[in-house]
């Protein structure tokens, strides 16, 4: 049997499960609480790009000239399990495949955010999440939590500390917000669903193992984690070594204006790791050591240890009407040593818009508008323009520009459990070059969740 006949049987033996588990539970939906929760997702997306004008191109380069089309697939289960009092454990095999525009790179704000750095074209069958939480009560005061995605219905206490240790998306926890997060649903750029000066700890798909911490109020919560780091950059295996590590720490408060609420948050992160810095590189090319360079693009293994990388972030989402929401987000690090798992992005500047479709009668479509400014620090700038490559841009030269990347999205609800999108993405100074571009880049997505 094919490799795409088995993905296929896979996403049908969860698709049948979750039906028969929905309907299941919906014949019990009078109980108030849950001992478990399912949910499935399948997300589709397919990318095309026009040609530019190019005055030269590298290995990191987006292709100037018109690619055939690109497409991704990821499918999910999602399982929880309550165990004791407080405790719950979630489950989650994925399937994933397909590829991003130029193999996702050329760009630093990526243009899809379900596609990894270096992806599989043909489907693959992993867990992407396996971990236990626990919640301790602080108080007698409880709340109903409604059955959700890694959510299991129930009560809990409105002040509470929870534990998550296992495998998991450090983003799963950090750098939320209510109009610009899931590329599944939302925007699909990675610097306007997440925070990209935020080099969060993941592998080559986006997950980490470790433990998070969260005190969580009804005005505001505090989290604070420490989780694995990639060996080398964007690799699949991460180092579990006393001297590589990553810390995160946020500060999240209810915004409240009238009838609309909102959120800000507040993060601050430190990574240490066997990255090198920028000017470590920059010697590299003039000693022309290849080693050092591979070590940056991810493709041997480094030694030494003292990478460090930190980083400050501020996040806002907040309700405008009833159809109308806002956000934005600023962030930034240090930018000295190479970016080790996300993207290559130092300095960034976003914000948008988000309306439903109640005026036009569609009140279940979502039409959405954001723009973004990405930033690289002085050391980053000096390495590309000297001929430096990272894992995800390079263009063996540089006249360095901001990169601006401007999308709109129109999200249709065609039923209850299928949506399609259409987005566009122009972007200028790909890579940071202004002798690059610009790119119009033009997308469709299917999406199917229960």
């Not at 610097?191 to 969580?216: C, F, K, Q």
């Not at 001297?243 to 240490?272: D, V």
């Not at 996040?315 to 930034?332: A, E, T």
């Not at 690090?333 to 439903?356: C, H, M, P, Q």
């Amino acid at each position: 049997m094919s490799i795409q006949r088995k993905v296929i049987a896979v996403i049908v033996a969860l698709f049948s499960f979750v039906q028969i588990t929905a309907a299941q539970q919906e014949g019990d939906s009078a109980a108030p609480t849950s001992k478990w929760s399912f949910h499935f997702q399948t997300t589709i997306i397919a990318q095309k790009h026009s040609g530019f004008k190019s005055l030269y191109r590298g290995d990191n380069s987006l292709a100037d000239t018109v690619e055939p089309t690109a497409q991704s697939l990821t499918a999910t289960l999602f399982i929880g399990r309550k165990l004791w009092k407080g405790a719950t454990f979630y489950f989650n095999p994925e399937v994933s495949g397909g590829k991003g525009l130029s193999s996702a790179a050329g760009v630093a704000g990526a243009l899809n955010g379900e596609t990894y750095r270096v992806g599989a074209v043909q489907p693959q069958v992993f867990i992407a999440r396996a971990f236990l939480q626990q919640y301790f009560a602080l108080g007698n005061s409880y709340e109903d939590v409604s059955e959700d995605v890694n959510q299991v219905a129930g009560r809990v206490p409105s002040s509470r500390i929870v534990i998550s240790a296992g495998k998991f998306a450090i983003a799963d926890f950090y750098d939320n917000n209510a109009y610009g997060k899931d590329p599944r649903t939302q925007f699909f750029n990675w610097s306007v669903w997440a925070n990209g000066a935020w080099d969060y700890p993941a592998n080559t798909r986006g997950y980490t193992e470790g433990l998070v911490v969260e005190l969580i109020k009804p005005r505001y919560a505090i989290r604070i984690s420490s989780v694995a780091v990639p060996r080398i950059a964007n690799y699949h295996l991460m180092e579990y070594n006393i001297n590589a590590h990553s810390e995160t720490l946020e500060y999240e408060h209810k915004l409240q204006f009238g009838k609309r609420t909102g959120r800000i948050r507040l993060m601050a992160s430190s990574t240490y790791s066997k990255a090198p810095s920028y000017q470590q590189g920059i010697n590299s090319i003039t000693s022309k050591d290849t080693f050092l360079l591979n070590v940056i693009r991810g493709v041997s293994e480094n030694t030494s240890y003292g990478g460090h990388k930190y980083g400050l972030g501020l996040n806002i989402d907040q309700q405008l009407s009833n159809d109308l929401g806002f956000f934005c987000r600023v962030g930034w690090n240090d930018g000295k040593y190479v970016t080790w798992a996300f993207t290559e992005i130092d300095r960034t500047l976003s914000g948008g818009l988000v309306l439903k479709g109640t005026k036009w009668k569609r009140r279940d479509d979502v039409w959405g508008v954001a723009g973004v400014v990405n930033g690289i620090s002085s050391d980053h700038r000096n390495f590309l323009e000297a001929g430096g490559y990272g894992f995800i841009i390079g263009d063996g030269a540089l006249h360095y520009g901001h990169e601006g990347i401007l999308e709109t999205y129109y999200n249709a609800q065609i039923n209850r459990f299928f949506q399609i999108t259409f987005d566009y993405q122009f972007v200028n100074n790909p890579g940071y070059n202004k002798d690059r571009g610009p790119v119009h880049v033009f997308g469709v997505r299917g999406h199917i969740m229960f």
